[in-house]
C-alpha cells in the first residue's frame, strides 16, 4: 500500500513538473539552475555534406560566425571524406514504405516488421530467459551469453520444411507459401501478408541483395547436379 502510494505521489509530482517546464517554456522563459544548457535548434549546417549542427558543436579555433565560416570535423572532417551519394531505394520498397502514402503503403507499414522476418537469412542464437515476462510489469527481452547467428545447412532433413536460407535454394517454386509457413507464429500478424507484395520483394532482393544472389547461385548448382 505504502509504494502505491509513493508511486501515485512521484508521478503526480512528475506532472506538475512537466506541467511547469512546458508553461515556462510557452512564456519563452529557460530556467538558469545549474547543469541546464539550452542550444535552441540545431540551424546549422557543414557546408560539404549538410549534415545539421548546432552552432557550439563546431571547430571553435577554426570558426568565425561573423565571416560566415563555420567548420564542423564530426561529419565530413572538413570535405575531407566524401562519401558516396545516397542511393534510391529500389522498388517496391520504394513506393510501398511511405509515410505520406496510401492505404496499401499503411497496412505495409503496420506489417513491416513480419515482411522483414519473412527474408531472413539466419536466425539470432543467444541464451534468452523469458522468465520475467510473467504478465506482471512490461515486456522485457533478456539474454546472456555471446550473441551469434545459426545458418544451418543449406537444405532442410527429411521430412521438414525449409527456413532461413533454405528458403533461397529449397522448393523455390512454392517460395512465397514456403516463407508465409516458415514465419514464427509469435511473428504472424493480425492481418495477413500479401502473397503479390512477397513476391515483388522477393524480385527485388534476387536483383538487389549480393546475399540473395549468392545464395540463387546454390540453387543453380543444386538444380545442375540432380
Ligand atoms: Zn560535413
Redesign the pocket.
Known sequence: MYCMVLFANCVLALCWFCFICAWFDCLGWVATYSGRSGYGTPDYE?R????MFWLHECVKSESSVRGGQII?NR??K??KVVLPPYKQRPEPIASLARFDGDSQCRKFLKTIRQYNCLFAFTSMGANIDRSMNDGRGPPAFKISGQVHHRIGSLLPDSGQRPKFIQLYIYDTANEVRNRIRALHTNERPSEPLEPAVIGDLLEMLDAHNPLAKQFRLARGARRKWR
Open positions: 557543414c560539404y555534406c549538410h549534415a564542423y561529419c565530413c572538413g570535405g
